[in-house]
């Protein structure tokens, strides 16, 4: 996209510049002139008059060329501010048609997630824009081609502890389950700073204080996310202060994580959906009484649709179950929060100390 001559600043310039011209060139000429006569000039001038005439002429050509100086700056600074507004436009024209792609292409489904990578970090000459944090080095986006699921944290450069300890163990849960090289999913954080201030020293600090309290890829430095891409991420996905993860709200995706990390713990969980749209969760027990109870709550499927009856069912057996969360966090995890609400009620809740037995059954049985 380039300066066209449509635009009404590029169509100003473009008819000022004859007179531009003409200026510059009899600029240059009275220039000349000045400099021709004054190198001419000799010592030996014996006539008063003569004297005085060549001082009068040489103020006159002075100030002849000071007043084009001044005519010259003037439009010199006038096509200044025409090519000002001209780049303004096409940056807009930029901005537009870069948010018309980035929309466009979260609207739609990709098998190859690089293409969302490389509109939101936008490594530009910098081939490694990522930190690992196994390896502790710089690394391409290469490294993160094809993977299960890729997560997006998007957030400030400072979150809670309760936040990072959430996350940190569904990520460690997902590797037990698969592998560093192919675990479910892989996290990837995207710091955002404010684009209306300079970055400094102290933010510096924060983000690298930050990155080591992570377990996962981040982008290796916040200034590689384009601030174009920051308004994006405002405007689409609402990011003011609280982190989100992928395009949601991170508040509303920690508390049902929560839900379910305790359902786990306490038996089992499952999950409705329609395509890949989530419709409910819950417990494993009222989850699987809902269609077992069919019979009482079908009769008005025709009017209502299944969806709606079954939320409907679900969430008056949820209530009349009560079911309150716990969480459980090793002696050793690195972060266990000094306090949560529960995600259900949304109570503080109490903080208990347990001791827990695992034994490895097959060894016991060889004892025996």
Not at 27 to 41: E, K, V
Request: proline content about 4%; hydrophobic content about 40%; some cysteine.
């Amino acid at each position: 996209m380039c300066i066209t001559p449509d635009m009404s600043a590029m169509s100003s310039a473009i008819n000022t510049i004859p007179t531009v011209v003409y200026w510059n060139i009899r600029g240059i000429i009275t220039c000349a002139t000045q400099i021709a006569h004054l190198t001419s000039m000799g010592h030996d001038y014996k006539v008063i008059w003569d004297f005085w005439y060549e001082i009068s002429s040489t103020e006159m050509q002075s100030w002849e060329l000071s007043s084009l100086t001044s005519k010259i700056d003037h439009m010199h600074e006038f096509l200044r501010r025409q090519l000002e507004n001209c780049n303004h436009i096409v940056e807009e024209k930029k901005e537009i048609e870069f948010r018309r792609s980035f929309n466009q292409l979260f609207e739609t489904g990709h098998m190859d997630n690089m293409k969302i990578l490389k509109i939101l970090i936008s490594p530009k000459d910098d081939i490694q824009p990522l930190f690992d944090f196994n390896t502790k080095i710089k690394v391409s986006l290469e490294v993160l081609r094809r993977r299960n699921v890729l997560l997006l944290l998007i957030s400030w450069l400072d979150m809670s502890c309760e936040e990072l300890s959430i996350l940190e163990e569904i990520y460690n849960e997902s590797c037990i389950h698969g592998s560093r090289t192919n675990a479910l999913y892989e996290v990837v954080w995207i710091p955002i700073v404010d684009p209306s201030v300079n970055y400094t020293k102290e933010m510096d600090r924060k983000f690298e204080e930050m990155n080591e309290k992570m377990s996962w890829y981040s982008v290796s430095h916040p200034s590689i996310i384009d601030k174009v891409v920051m308004k994006c991420i405002g405007d689409r996905w609402h990011f003011r202060k609280s982190p989100i993860l992928m395009g949601k709200e991170l508040s509303p995706i920690m508390q049902q994580i929560k839900k379910l990390l305790s359902y786990d713990k306490d038996g089992s969980w499952a999950l409705l959906c329609r395509g890949s749209k989530i419709l409910t969760n819950g417990h494993g027990t009222t989850m699987m009484q809902t269609p077992s109870d069919f019979d009482m709550w079908k009769k008005d499927i025709e009017t209502n649709g299944f969806d709606f009856l079954f939320m409907e069912y679900h969430d008056k057996l949820h209530v009349a179950a009560n079911n309150c969360c716990r969480f459980e966090f090793p002696i050793a995890a690195s972060r266990v929060p000094d306090g949560m609400r529960c995600p259900e009620c949304h109570r503080f809740m109490e903080k208990y100390i347990a001791f827990l037995c695992f034994h490895d059954q097959d060894g016991l049985l060889e004892l025996d």
